[in-house]
């Protein structure tokens, strides 16, 4: 089955560490995006990424890095200098053309220790 | 900017109930809207959406009709289900330059829980 998986489920990450969420699609879609969700906030974009090789940042960018180096994946490093970084992180993709339909992942749910 | 309103939560009803979740937006632009819903320990998934005025989206017994004089997206189920349960999110993509490369512009959810 066709479909975009992230991983890990659950991750904590101790004070000043990066760490880095992956995700993984095999729906041939051009277009990606992070999203980040906080309990009654809905989602924010963090990053984006309509072809391979280039991404652009989204509202919530700082403290985050992202790289395309193959269509299938574009993971996500929340860096040291993103001061909240608790909260659950979705990953999606998009048909191409049909940028508004966008199919997600199961998501991870990052933790501070 | 753009932004989207929801009703505020949790929303608790008993099987068989009619819904109604409320939305309104702002935008600059001609938005396409949507609802999008997430089940528990999942994804979002679309449920319907619509991308002009007066154009009304169902799915799976859910309807949502756009109205541009209200700037609302409300949305409606005659009889709600157990399996209803969920977290409904309304959304809208501002095509306000031609483009939206899946940028779209979340409520902050209603949490729906359906007894039965």
């Known amino acids: 089955d066709g479909g975009i998986t992230q991983s890990p489920k659950y991750l904590f990450r101790k004070e000043g560490q990066n760490v880095t969420l992956s995700c993984e699609q095999n729906?041939?879609?051009?277009?990606m995006y992070w999203y980040r969700q906080d309990p009654g906030q809905g989602l924010r974009l963090i990053y984006y990424?309509?072809?391979?090789?280039?991404?652009q940042k989204g509202d919530i960018a700082e403290g985050y890095s992202v790289s395309r180096e193959k269509k299938e994946s574009f993971p996500l490093t929340v860096t040291s200098a993103q001061k909240n970084p608790t909260a659950f992180y979705l990953c999606?993709?998009?048909?191409?053309?049909?940028?508004?339909?966008?199919?997600f992942g199961s998501g991870t749910q990052l933790s501070v220790l | 900017g753009d932004s989207v309103t929801q009703m505020e939560g949790p929303v608790t009803l008993s099987e068989e109930a009619f819904l109604t979740i409320n939305c309104t937006y702002t935008?600059?632009?001609?938005?396409?809207l949507f609802w999008y819903v997430q089940y528990p320990g999942e994804g979002l998934q679309l449920l319907l959406k619509?991308?002009?005025?007066?154009d009304k989206g169902s799915n799976k017994g859910f309807e949502a009709t756009y109205r541009k004089e209200t700037t609302s997206f409300h949305l409606e189920k005659g009889s709600v289900q157990v399996s209803d349960s969920a977290v409904y999110f309304c959304?809208?993509?501002?095509?306000?330059?031609?483009?939206?490369?899946?940028?779209?512009?979340f409520g902050q959810g209603t949490i729906l829980t359906v007894h039965p």
């Open positions: 999606a993709s998009s048909i191409p053309g049909r940028n508004e339909k966008l199919f």
């Open positions: 729906l041939n879609h051009d277009a």
């Open positions: 990424s309509q072809i391979v090789n280039d991404f």
């Open positions: 935008a600059t632009g001609y938005p396409s």
């Open positions: 619509a991308t002009k005025a007066d």
């Open positions: 959304a809208l993509s501002d095509h306000a330059g031609g483009t939206s490369y899946g940028k779209l512009t």
